[in-house]
């Protein structure tokens, strides 16, 4: 079946260092991308998204890649502080006028202080 | 703090009791949606509402009903659940593009469990 999913379950940075997560996805009518990060207790919050006709899209501390030639999808986010610690997920819709998002497994990020 | 707001934030039933989760929204969103997220696992689509109009249901048993009374709330009723059925249920909204090409702006969840 078609599906979203990530490289690294965990990934472990010092504080200030930058991070990178990975996102492998296998549809490719997909054409709308979406980062969210979720911290324990609450419901994911919106990071960044990224449109399939862009290959790159920057935000604050943050940079979504994307490369439709080999499936894949990655999140920067430069000098990593402890308050970015949370799970991270990506998500695709899988094109056409359908409202699904479908959503990866998810990297546990901890940063060390 | 989100702009979905979800309330109860805990919930404890047992499995003959009938519950209520409920959403409410204020940004003129009109698709809105439920899912469900056990631990450690990424959040599952249930059901997608678009101008308060079931859209999506992604074969969810139907002991959960879903509700839309207007463009602001959504309801999602519980009857004679199972204990696997303990998870967040998590509320979210987006805007109404003939199609998902906007975030969906999520809430904290309810947190339930059934005993």
Known sequence: ?113 | DTEVTQTPKHLVMGMTNKKSLKCEQHMGHRAMYWYKQKAKKPPELMFVYSYEKLSINESVPSRFSPECPNSSLLNLHLHALQPEDSALYLCASSQEGGGLNSPLHFGNGTRLTVT
């Not at chain 1, 490719?28 to 609450?42: N, T």
């Open chain 1, 1 to 113: 079946g078609e599906s979203v999913g990530l490289h690294l379950p965990t990934l472990s940075v010092q504080e200030g260092d930058n991070s990178i997560i990975n996102c492998a996805y296998s549809n490719s009518a997909s054409d709308y991308f979406i980062w969210y990060k979720q911290e324990s207790g609450k419901g994911p919050q919106f990071i960044i998204d990224i449109r399939s006709n862009m290959d790159k899209r920057q935000g604050q501390r943050v940079t979504v890649l994307l490369n439709k030639t080999v499936k894949h999808l990655s999140l920067q986010i430069a000098a990593t502080q402890p308050g970015d610690s949370a799970v991270y997920f990506c998500a695709e819709n899988s094109g056409g006028s359908n409202y699904k998002l479908t959503f990866g497994k998810g990297t546990l990020l901890t940063v060390n202080p």
